[in-house]
């Protein structure tokens, strides 16, 4: 085995902390939250005591100035236990860094504090119903007027919709351009003329809260820019998106490790022809296979991580990486439903879940041919 040297017994002890919390206070109820469409707000006050919301964010701003390892971590743990409703990678380590590294002072110290204490939960919303890959295609637009901003348009599949309180916008300023007229905007979901649709009936993650939402003429201080100037989203939404597809890549990469784990558990006990389905040469070769794949992927993302720490993840190796850890966690979770049988495809199971669950990572963050065509570009 190629051990992990990026965490070390602190990041550990702190990995049991976590799993423990996600035991007793998450893995009971998550039923019965696949059946309400979102987790409870309980769950994220609760973790936002314990410093394990938005945790890379300074102590000034109410975070625990944690280095990235300990979100990955939560993230890790969240994805190997099938927690998928819990979307804290989202609000945590996308939304609240787009305030730390382009909001104002009054921005960061209004509302940093509030996402990490829970007391405010965060959502981005890019995609619309006729723009998703094609982000500068979006119509959803905020037009100056005085001192404030007028917001009109429509945003679907937006994840944590129907619980967020503070959604970063994309929007155009300016219309008649594609990306230099794209700027973020703060917005929150109890100003008037901003309405919460359905929440979406998804094929997996079935906890998870996500919705469309519309904007009828949302007044927006022009406090609530992101960045000290209008067209700047563009540039801003380039520079944030490898992080977020390393988080893409971490969940992959731990999701496929557990679901490896619970199918050799599953092999070894089922028995067909008088023998544990383990036994067969065709098993041993698959278990095998998975294995070496696993450990290539983790060593990959490791490493990226590793080059997160450091700055220097670049937007090419992180499309690279999100396109093959996503489409791995795919294969390995189909081969795996494979060896269950007919109990691999029952929802009680957590493989038939995982499965569900996986289909989407290769879409969100950046479908996975957006991701070749950025890696394309490159050379
Ligand atoms: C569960 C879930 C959660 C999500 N959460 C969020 C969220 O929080 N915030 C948010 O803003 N969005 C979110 N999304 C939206 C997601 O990011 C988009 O669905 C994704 O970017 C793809 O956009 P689209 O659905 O419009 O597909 P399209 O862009 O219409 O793509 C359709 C197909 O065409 C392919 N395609 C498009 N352009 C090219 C090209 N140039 N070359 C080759 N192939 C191409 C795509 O790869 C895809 O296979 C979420 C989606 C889901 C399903």
């Not at 940093?112 to 829970?118: I, M």
């Not at 971490?250 to 490790?257: D, G, M, Q, S």
Request: net charge negative; aromatic share 10%; charged share 25%.
């Amino acid at each position: 085995m190629i051990p992990r040297t990026l965490f070390d017994a602190d990041l550990e002890g702190f990995r049991d902390s976590v799993r423990k919390f996600f035991e007793q206070e998450a893995a009971p109820y998550h039923e019965q939250w696949e059946k309400d469409g979102q987790v409870s707000r309980e769950l994220w006050t609760k973790a936002g005591e314990l410093g394990f919301l938005c945790a890379t964010m300074p102590e000034e701003y109410g975070g625990v100035g944690a280095d990235f390892r300990y979100s990955a971590v939560i993230h890790e743990e969240i994805s190997r236990a099938g927690l998928s409703g819990i979307g804290w990678g989202l609000h945590s380590d996308i939304v609240a860094p787009y305030i730390l590294h382009y909001g104002s002072e009054a921005q960061k110290q209004h509302y940093l504090p509030k996402l990490a204490s829970g007391e405010m939960i965060g959502a981005i919303a890019m995609t619309e119903p006729g723009a998703g890959s094609d982000l500068q295609g979006v119509k959803t637009n905020a037009i100056k007027n005085g001192d404030h901003y007028v917001l009109n348009g429509s945003k679907t599949f937006i994840t944590n919709g129907q619980l967020a309180d503070v959604v970063i916008v994309v929007a155009k300023t300016d219309p008649k351009e594609g990306a230099k007229g794209t700027s973020l905007f703060i917005v929150e979901s109890a100003w008037a003329g901003f309405e919460k649709g359905q929440n979406l009936n998804k094929v997996g993650m079935k906890a998870q809260d996500t919705s469309e939402l519309f904007f009828q003429d949302v007044k927006i201080p022009e406090t609530h820019l992101l960045g000290s100037n209008e067209g700047q989203g563009f540039f801003q939404l380039m520079q944030e998106l490898p992080a977020e597809r390393l988080q893409v890549a971490l969940t992959a990469v731990a999701a496929a490790e557990a679901a490896w784990e619970w199918t050799l558990a599953y092999v070894k006990d089922r028995k067909a022809f008088g023998k544990p389905v383990a036994a067969f040469q065709n098993t041993r070769f698959k278990m095998a296979e998975m294995k070496a794949d696993i450990t290539a992927a983790r060593v990959f993302v490791d490493r990226c991580l590793e080059l997160h720490l450091e700055k220097k993840l670049d937007v090419t190796t992180a499309a690279m990486l999100k396109q093959w850890t996503t489409d791995l966690q795919c294969k390995v979770m189909d081969e795996c439903v494979q060896l269950h049988g007919g109990y691999g495809y029952m929802w009680e199971y957590p493989i038939a879940r995982a499965w569900a669950d996986s289909r989407v990572q290769r879409i969100y963050a950046g479908t996975n041919e957006i991701m070749k065509e950025i890696v394309a570009r490159s050379f």
